[in-house]
C-alpha cells in the first residue's frame, strides 16, 4: 500500500445527542480513490458517522480533517468542504419543485457559479452517466424511486466532487430498483471515485470495496479487508451481524 | 357512510324557507310599525358614480372613492406584509436564539393587544413622527403641485392625502405581518429536514438554500392561506378609517354624516366590500385549484 495522506481523517471522534453518546472514539481514515463499506447493526451510528464528514452533524470532540481542511466553526471550510464531498440520502432528498434538470443543474449554477449552458451540459452528461438522459424534463414525482436515487446520484456528481458519501442508499427502495442503483455505484466505484457506503448490501460490499468498516454501539469494532471480513471476522460481534444478514 | 348532496328541493325545503321569510317579515313590520325612517334607496348609485355637469363626465363618488383607496391600501399593505411577514417568518425559525426571541416578541405584542389600539399607538407615537421627520407632507404637497401629477394619482390618489395613506399602510402592514409571519413559519417548518441537508450538501450557502430551495416549497405550501389573510387584511382596512385615512369606511362615515342616510349608506358599504371580498376568494380558489396541474 502507497503511503499517500488520507483525504479523509478521523481522530477520536466522539459525539453526543444529548445525554446519549452516539460516537465513541472513532478513529478512521480514507485514502484517495479508496472505496469502505461502513456497516453493522441500526443504531450503531453509521449515518452518523458519515454525516459528520460533511458537517451535516456536528461533532464534539476530536479532529476531523477532509481534504486537508480541518472541520470546524468556520462557514466557509465547511462549504469547501461540503463542494467537494457529495451525498447521497436513503430518501433521495431531490428537489420536487425543480425538473430532473433543475436539480441537477442548481447546484453548479449557485454553487460553482457555473453558466446555465454549461451546467445543463454537464447535467445532461450525469444524467447519461446513470442511464436516465430522457428523464431530463420531469419532475422527481414522476420517476420511480429507483430512477429518483439515481437522480440524486447524478446531482452529486455534477458538483465534480473528490469524495462520495453513500447513507443507506438502497434502504428506501422497492427490491426491484436496488440492483440499477447498486449498478451505478459500481460503475462509480469502478471510475475511481473515493466513495463511502453505508449499507447492507453485502453483494456490493464484496464487489467494490476495498476496505470493510464494522461499527457496534458507536464503535468501530473491525475494520479489515473484505476478502478477510467476510470469511474469518474476528469479532464475535461481527461475526453475528454477518449470520444474520447473510443467512438468506 | 358518506351522505350525498342532494341536488334538488324537497317540500321540506320549502317549508324551511317559507318559516324564515315568515319570521323576517314579522320582525320587519314590528319595526316599520315604530321606526319612522323615510328610505332613499334612489339616492345611493349617485354616491358611487356621479355626472359632473362641469365636465361633462362621469367620476367616482365618495363610495367609489372610498373603495378605490381601500383597494389601494390592500395592495401596498399586502405586498409590505408580504415582505415583512416573510422576514419574520424566517426568524422564528432561526437557529439564533436572539433573533428568535425578537420576532416572538414582535408577534406576541401585535397579537394580543387589540387592532384598534395597534393603529392609534402606531398612528400618535410613530408615524406622525416618522411623516415629520422625513418631512413627507411638504415633499406630498410639493408633487401635488406639479402639472403632470396623473401617475401619481394613479397609484396614490390626492397626493395632499398621500402622508395619511401611508400611515395607514405601513399600520396594516405591521399589524398583518404577524399574522403573515406565523403563517410563513409553519410553511417553513413543513419542508422536510432533508431537503435543507441535501441543499448544504451540495456546498449551498444558507442564503441560497433559502431561497431556492426552502422558501419556494414553503410559500407555495402556504399559499390557500395566505389568501385568506390577504382577505382579512382588505376587511381588517376600515379599521385605519379611524386614523382619518380615506378608505371605504371613513367615507360611509362622511356620507351619513351629510346625508343622513344610516341604513342604505351602510348596506351599500357592506355590499361594496362583500363583492371585493367575495371575488378575492373566488379569484384565489379558482387560482388555487388551476396551479394543481403543477407536480408538487
Redesign the interface.
Known sequence: MTAAPPIIELCHVDKYFGPFQALTDINFAVRQGERVVVCGPSGSGKSTMIRCI?R?EEHDAGTITVDGILLGDDTKDI??V??D???V?Q?F?????LTVLENLT??PI??RKMDKAAAEALGRKYLDRVHIPEQADK?P??LSGGQQQRV?IA??LC?EPKIMLFDEPTSALDPEMISEVLEAMVELANSGMTMVCVTHEMGFARRVADKMVFMEAGRIVETAPPGEFFTAPKSDRARMFLDQILEH | MRRTKRRSLHWLDYLIAAVVVAFIAVIWLRISGTLNYKWQWERIPNYILRWDEADGRWVANLLLQGLITTIRIAIYSGILALILGTLLGIARTSTNLVIRMLARTYLEVLRNIPPVVVVFIFFFFLSQQLIAVLNMETWARGIARQDDIAVWEFFFGDMRRFPSLISGVIVLALFESAFVGEIVRAGIQSIPRGQREAARSIGMSWTDEMRFIVMPQALRKVLPPLSNQFISLVKDSSIISLISVQELTYKTVELVASTRMIFEAWIATACLYFILCFGLSLLFRRLETGGKHKPR
Open positions: 460533511n451535516l462549504r469547501a461540503r463542494q464531498v457529495g451525498m440520502f430518501q432528498n431531490l428537489f420536487p419543485h442548481i447546484g449557485r454553487v419532475f414525482s414522476q440524486a446531482r452529486s458538483m
